[in-house]
């Protein structure tokens, strides 16, 4: 979106956001989730009936694959993103 001002307001927004992640200041809620997706490779893991329904659908579980966050971690550190 542009304002008549030739402003990019959501792009203004996003670096806005960017800034104050970069600084710690975070929803609580984006925290967790980063810290799964850095911990884990994703960003939730199935439970509960989620859980359930994949096993009715002869789903395999979803699992933790340790090269899966190494690399995660090996590309973020590379991208400057990394909490190392």
């Known amino acids: 979106m542009v304002c008549p001002q030739e402003i990019d307001v959501a792009g203004m927004m996003l670096a806005l956001r960017e800034i104050d992640s970069n600084e710690g200041?975070?929803?609580?809620?984006?925290?967790?989730?980063y810290k799964a997706f850095v911990s884990d490779g994703k960003v939730s893991l199935p439970k509960g009936r989620m859980e359930a329904a994949r096993k009715e659908l002869g789903?395999?579980?979803?699992?933790?694959?340790?090269n899966v966050v190494d690399e995660l971690n090996k590309m973020m550190k590379e991208a400057g993103v990394s909490d190392e």
């Open 59 to 66: 789903l395999s579980d979803v699992v933790r694959d340790q």
């Open 25 to 33: 200041r975070m929803p609580e809620s984006v925290r967790r989730t």
